[in-house]
């Protein structure tokens, strides 16, 4: 199902998912001083993404829940094989190698996308799409610190950091298959509808319910919730049901870039030459696209 919305409107749509996931440092970091760990956070995200939106077109659009039987497949990709799979790739990356080095490998994502895409449905791989290609990941390593050295690098950590890239790729390669039947409110909830009890796996009880004892938890859990799961994937399927999965892969590389301005301006972190570099060269990067 296609919906009638302007390139320039999709454009912003994926701009403004990729701002929203840039900023879920400012929950996860609050979450885990409080003593939730990162399994824990994405059980948060994704079952408390899945209840929200349930309730949310329970009582909206009850539509949303009536897919054909033969289609639950790509349900099962976008929400188990990308969402959940891809962060625990990214998590265990995280134990085996440094931030930097798990963060540039889960930025390999655009680039298997715009391959994909190409084998599939047969999107042009244009001059102007491997150039932003090229500006974005040079960016994000830029962004991460790749380069500032101190790196901590292993073969699993490697191949599990190249795992949660492929993983986090297909969201936008099942999504692409279920926005031919579906539109993108269909396509997030039943995403969630996988994701949410899959994540369940991941809960250590004893944890959780020392967390969420704590008032502030639940803030925090809500805010993380709508701010940085549900709204993204929402603004993100949305423009993805009109630009090239290539382009917004590629587009979504925003994400590191707001993530470090909000570690300067919330947390104090400085901001040196690499990293200014390296947000230029990702703005260029999406900027070309247009």
Same mark, same amino acid.
């Given at each position: 199902?296609?919906?009638?919305?302007?390139?320039? !409107?999709?454009?912003?749509?994926?701009?403004?998912?990729?701002?929203?996931?840039?900023?879920?440092?400012?929950?996860?970091?609050?979450?885990?001083?409080?003593?939730?760990?990162?399994?824990?956070?994405?059980?948060?995200?994704?079952?408390?993404?899945?209840?929200?939106?349930?309730?949310?077109?329970?009582?909206?659009?009850?539509?949303?829940?009536?897919?054909?039987?033969?289609?639950?497949?790509?349900?099962?990709?976008?929400?188990?094989?990308?969402?959940?799979?891809?962060?625990?790739?990214?998590?265990?990356?995280?134990?085996?190698?440094?931030?930097?080095?798990?963060?540039?490998?889960?930025?390999?994502?655009?680039?298997?996308?715009?391959?994909?895409?190409?084998?599939?449905?047969?999107?042009?791989?244009?001059?102007?799409?491997?150039?932003?290609?090229?500006?974005?990941?040079?960016?994000?390593?830029?962004?991460?610190?790749?380069?500032?050295?101190?790196?901590?690098?292993?073969?699993?950590?490697?191949?599990?950091?190249?795992?949660?890239?492929?993983?986090?790729?297909?969201?936008?390669?099942?999504?692409?298959?279920?926005? !031919?039947?579906?539109?993108?409110?269909?396509?997030?909830?039943?995403?969630?509808?996988?994701?949410?009890?899959?994540?369940?796996?991941?809960?250590?009880?004893?944890?959780?319910?020392?967390?969420?004892?704590?008032?502030? !938890?639940?803030?925090?859990?809500?805010?993380?919730?709508?701010?940085?799961?549900?709204?993204?994937?929402?603004?993100?399927?949305?423009?993805?049901?009109?630009?090239?999965?290539?382009?917004?892969?590629?587009? !979504?590389?925003?994400?590191?870039?707001?993530?470090?301005?909000?570690?300067?301006?919330?947390?104090?972190?400085?901001?040196?030459?690499?990293?200014?570099?390296?947000?230029?060269?990702?703005?260029?990067?999406?900027?070309?696209?247009?």
């Amino acid at each position: 199902m296609k919906e009638k919305t302007a390139p320039w !409107a999709a454009y912003l749509s994926i701009l403004a998912a990729a701002a929203l996931w840039g900023i879920i440092g400012i929950w996860n970091r609050q979450l885990m001083a409080l003593g939730l760990s990162p399994t824990g956070i994405v059980a948060v995200r994704n079952f408390g993404g899945m209840a929200l939106l349930a309730a949310i077109f329970a009582v909206k659009d009850r539509s949303v829940f009536r897919v054909r039987r033969a289609h639950l497949k790509y349900f099962f990709g976008t929400g188990i094989i990308s969402v959940v799979l891809f962060t625990v790739c990214y998590f265990s990356c995280q134990k085996l190698c440094s931030l930097a080095v798990a963060s540039i490998l889960l930025y390999t994502a655009p680039s298997f996308v715009v391959v994909m895409s190409a084998i599939l449905w047969k999107e042009p791989v244009t001059k102007k799409k491997l150039s932003a290609l090229l500006l974005t990941l040079v960016g994000c390593a830029l962004v991460c610190g790749l380069f500032a050295g101190d790196l901590t690098v292993t073969l699993p950590g490697i191949l599990l950091g190249l795992g949660a890239g492929f993983f986090y790729a297909l969201y936008s390669i099942f999504g692409r298959y279920a926005l !031919a039947h579906y539109d993108s409110m269909t396509v997030t909830v039943w995403t969630f509808l996988f994701a949410g009890p899959a994540s369940l796996l991941l809960v250590k009880p004893a944890e959780m319910s020392a967390v969420l004892a704590q008032p502030k !938890a639940w803030l925090l859990a809500a805010a993380l919730v709508v701010f940085s799961t549900v709204l993204p994937y929402l603004f993100y399927t949305g423009g993805l049901a009109k630009v090239e999965a290539g382009k917004a892969s590629i587009m !979504a590389s925003l994400e590191p870039v707001v993530a470090s301005l909000m570690g300067v301006v919330l947390f104090s972190e400085p901001m040196g030459i690499q990293t200014l570099l390296g947000i230029v060269c990702v703005l260029t990067g999406v900027y070309i696209l247009r």
